[in-house]
């Protein structure tokens, strides 16, 4: 029997590891129990995180998140925070910055209007990442939520 050596099986690991990462996700594949539970479902209502103290609540108009379109962001916190701002990246897949211009309404309620792009897979998640000064203290917070969300 032959021996085999380190960097044989090395290389071996490396391409079963790479091929069994290569199912790509389609819409048959998904199945609504089996999305992320943790992405934010506007169709419910608001979505709500707590940072040092500070509640985040964000609504995102319209709530199926159509890639493309419009859409209309609603930020409100429980206590004034300074230096607030906003981004919004792909979770899973690099798509780019696109950030989020927050125009204060009162000292705790802001929105905004941006665009997403489209995305192939039929599954894309977006990250949406708010930053802000809280009693000088740099805080931030991050939502998820899926676009084109039919449910």
Avoid at 38 to 57: E, I, Y
Avoid at 85 to 102: K, N, Q, W, Y
Avoid at 133 to 147: Q, R, T, Y
């Amino acid at each position: 029997m032959r021996k085999l050596s380190i960097t044989k099986i090395f290389t071996l690991i490396i391409i079963i590891l790479v091929v069994q990462g290569c199912g790509k996700k389609t819409d048959e594949n998904i199945k609504p129990d089996q999305n992320d539970r943790s992405l934010c479902q506007f169709s419910v209502g608001s979505c709500n995180k707590k940072v040092a103290g500070v509640d985040f609540s964000i609504l995102i108009n319209p709530e199926t998140i159509p890639s493309e379109k419009m859409l209309h962001l609603t930020l409100q916190t429980n206590q004034k925070v300074d230096a607030i701002s906003a981004r919004v990246e792909g979770r899973d897949m690099f798509m780019g910055v696109i950030p989020v211009t927050l125009k204060g309404v009162d000292k705790s309620h802001y929105s905004s209007d941006f665009i997403l792009g489209s995305c192939a897979s039929g599954y894309m998640v977006w990250r949406l990442f708010i930053s802000a000064e809280v009693n000088g203290k740099a805080v931030s917070v991050f939502f998820d939520f899926l676009a084109d969300n039919k449910r």
